[in-house]
């Protein structure tokens, strides 16, 4: 993998009526929008291939974006280990804390463990390493902790401290993570 991009899913309907979000929330009129508007940015980079979180936000942002650079849909897989952050018994209820919260915390709720997800995430980067290994231009939607996640392994970093060091990525928002 010579270039590799992220981006959060567009506004879901869970995000606008600030509830925890399951794998069924779809995207917004508005989040459609952002995931077009973003898309035009992306075609530049020459994408050539999409892996997804098989939540449904993140599979329609893919899909949008492969319309809007013509990226035939079968170039988009879906990779299991991509999906968001289990936050347990918070799941579909109203979002009581500040976003960053849910980031930080690693206890308690039956939130799966920032070690637990760092795990998954590096499966997640290393089936794509497999399955892109002839591949250069490769684009990850997907849900914001995940990609924080994805940007401290591919920076190398293990310390969880260390995600308060990114900025929490806004929906449609993108940024390349540093591969070698």
């Known amino acids: 993998m010579e270039h590799l991009y992220f981006i959060r899913h567009g506004q879901s309907v869970a995000n606008s009526e600030k509830i925890i979000a399951d794998a069924f929330s779809p995207l917004t009129p508005t989040g459609i929008s952002q995931a077009a508007e973003t898309a035009v940015l992306l075609k530049p980079l020459n994408i050539a291939l999409i892996f997804s979180s098989p939540l449904l936000r ?23 280990d991509l999906r968001e952050r289990g936050l347990g018994e918070l799941e579909n209820k109203p979002k009581t804390q500040e976003s960053r919260w849910y980031f930080d915390t690693s206890e308690g709720y039956g939130i799966e463990t920032h070690e637990e997800l760092y795990e998954r995430m590096k ?17 990850i939607s997907g849900h914001s902790i995940s990609g924080d996640m994805l940007r401290l392994i591919t920076d190398n970093k293990s310390d969880f401290s260390r995600l308060a060091d990114y900025e929490l990525t806004k929906n449609a928002g993108y940024f390349e993570l540093n591969v070698k």
């Open 58 to 80: 993140a599979r329609q942002t893919a899909e949008t974006v492969a319309d809007v650079i013509g990226l035939d849909k079968s170039k988009i897989t879906v990779i299991d």
């Open 123 to 139: 499966k997640a980067l290393n089936e794509i390493r497999v399955l892109s290994k002839i591949t250069s231009n490769i684009l």
